[in-house]
T-cell receptor, first 111, second 112 residues
Framework: QKEVEQDPGPLSVPEGAIVSLNCTYS??????FMWYRQYSRKGPELLMY????GNKEDGRFTAQVDKSSKYISLFIRDSQPSDSATYLC???????????FGEGTQLTVNP | DAGVTQSPTHLIKTRGQQVTLRCSPK?????VSWYQQALGQGPQFIFQ???????QRGNFPDRFSGHQFPNYSSELNVNALLLGDSALYLC???????????FGSGTRLTVV
């Protein structure tokens, strides 16, 4: 069993839709949770970073962490065609240590 | 302010050959990590360098080795290349106590 599970999609939504992306994990030592966005032929770009459980909002993006359920989510409001990319969840046990990634979810937002 | 710079951007090698990939971290960052990303997969951690020492290592064979220089730049070396080593190799840098990893655009390695 993989430490981090992520639905690979693909996910296709109309412009303006609310998008929900999710990951589950098995390692209870994970404390730091991140979402990265990766455009084709580019490296991952950090979108959201959360420590422990709770919610964090940044513009149209909201990250949620539920450590009791070992479940994290990323919500994108008012999705735009420019949001079309692969979204990767990543997590780690301690600050500065290795990241364990999900497989990524490919999102397409249609105009 | 330049981000993480990787070179070369693309590389084609033959099975059995050796390859060296290079990474210059973001200005002010002192920690460099390397990841391998196969097509359609998430990145897999190879190793991390801090103060010119390998601090952590993932589940990769000894054919994968690295180095960090006093200016914090880093190299990834892969010996005896296999077809399965074909992937996007990503370098990520951070300031040790700050968890903000910045990734480069990667080197796409094709082994034929």
């Amino acid at each position: 069993q993989k430490e981090v599970e992520q639905d690979p999609g693909p996910l296709s939504v109309p412009e303006g839709a609310i998008v929900s992306l999710n990951c589950t994990y098995s390692n209870s030592a994970f404390q730091y949770f991140m979402w990265y966005r990766q455009y084709s032929r580019k490296g991952p770009e950090l979108l959201m970073y959360t420590y422990s459980s709770g919610n964090k909002e940044d513009g149209r993006f909201t990250a949620q962490v539920d450590k009791s359920s070992k479940y994290i989510s990323l919500f994108i409001r008012d999705s735009q065609p420019s949001d079309s990319a692969t979204y990767l969840c990543a997590m780690s046990g301690t600050s500065g240590s290795r990241l364990t990634f999900g497989e990524g979810t490919q999102l397409t937002v249609n105009p | 302010d330049a981000g993480v710079t990787q070179s070369p951007t693309h590389l084609i090698k033959t099975r059995g050959q050796q390859v060296t990939l290079r990474c210059s971290p973001k200005s002010g960052h002192d920690t460099v990590s390397w990841y391998q990303q196969a097509l359609g997969q998430g990145p897999q951690f190879i190793f991390q360098y801090y103060e010119e020492e390998e601090r952590q290592r993932g589940n990769f064979p000894d054919r994968f080795s690295g180095h960090q220089f006093p200016n914090y730049s880093s190299e990834l070396n892969v010996n005896a290349l296999l077809l399965g080593d074909s992937a996007l190799y990503l370098c990520a840098s951070s300031l040790d106590i700050n968890y903000g990893y910045t990734f480069g655009s990667g080197t796409r390695l094709t082994v034929v």
